[in-house]
């Protein structure tokens, strides 16, 4: 019988997310020796090489990339096992990530609603749809909330919510308050989120191919980076119909009328063979209850008096 412990999985698993054996051992609190041995004896027995060396570097070979997801779920239902016989069956620690739109405008709810239910919180983490994607396959995160399409085939989604991407401007901004045409729209300045972001490609996509001309003026990686400079005047930007209900930015913004409406999907998404503990279909099933409450894009803040 092939003897394997939890900890050469966690070795293992440690080494293959950082592609570093030096780095697995200072996440373990080991030396890299013992790092390096442990890993030894988990191939021996195991009778396979699990990692290709080239030019200093590491890299998972296929079977590796094949025991990733087998050896994560044992971990997984280690810690399981050892929060239930604590009394804290659904305590298990898991680590959720979201794309920025997400991040800015619903996680913060979602993490609230999810502590006043369990008492405590899972690790988030905010990115572009790129890293999120990246991270998942990496088993780097149990599930993550999505803006954008994902075409790797290890990768899984589901349907969450829709949201409404708007054209806005600053209250009292020229083209606010009536119909607006695209040609006119064609003459305006635009701040956008960078290339590679979910909410970019959806403008490059859709509201892009209505327009003759687009001058982008400036690109950023933060809504409140952007938020504040269409204030400011630098521009107008594309971006989810919630931050006109934002209680920061919302009373200084305007939705401007366009003659078509844009949605998009939201979504679950997980590596397709990742184990989800107890905690983490707990934290799905609150997102589901949060998105069955929000059915409808909300209405645009009313102006202040």
Partial sequence: MISVTLRQLQ?????????????????LFMSKSAVSQALSELESRLGVELFSRSRGRIFLTTEGRSLMPLADE????????????????????????CTRTIGTFMISDLLRSFENENGWLPTARIANNRI????????????????GPVTEHELITEP???????????????????????EELSTARWVLRETGSASREFFDTQLRQKLSDVTVKIELNSFDAILRSV????????????A??????????????????????????????????????????LCRRYAEGRAKPQAPAADPD
């Fill in 132 to 147: 999120i994607t990246e991270k998942l396959l990496n088993f780097e995160l149990d599930t993550a909330l999505i803006e």
């Fill in 160 to 182: 969450w919510m829709e949201d409404e991407m708007v054209v806005v401007a600053p209250k009292e901004y020229p083209l606010t308050g009536r119909p607006v045409t695209y």
């Fill in 11 to 27: 070795v293992f698993l440690a080494i293959a997310k950082t592609e570093n054996v030096g780095t697995a051992a200072a996440q």
């Fill in 74 to 97: 044992m971990i997984s239902r280690a810690t399981d096992i050892s929060e239930h016989f604590r009394g804290s069956s659904r305590s298990t620690p898991f680590r959720v990530g």
């Fill in 244 to 285: 006109l209900s934002d209680p920061f930015y919302g009373r200084f913004l305007s939705r401007v009328e366009i003659p078509d409406r844009f949605m998009r999907q939201l979504s679950f998404c997980r590596q397709r063979d990742k184990y989800l503990s107890e905690s983490v279909a707990e934290w799905m099933n």
């Fill in 231 to 242: 204030l400011v005047g630098l521009g107008l930007t594309y971006i989810s119909s919630r």
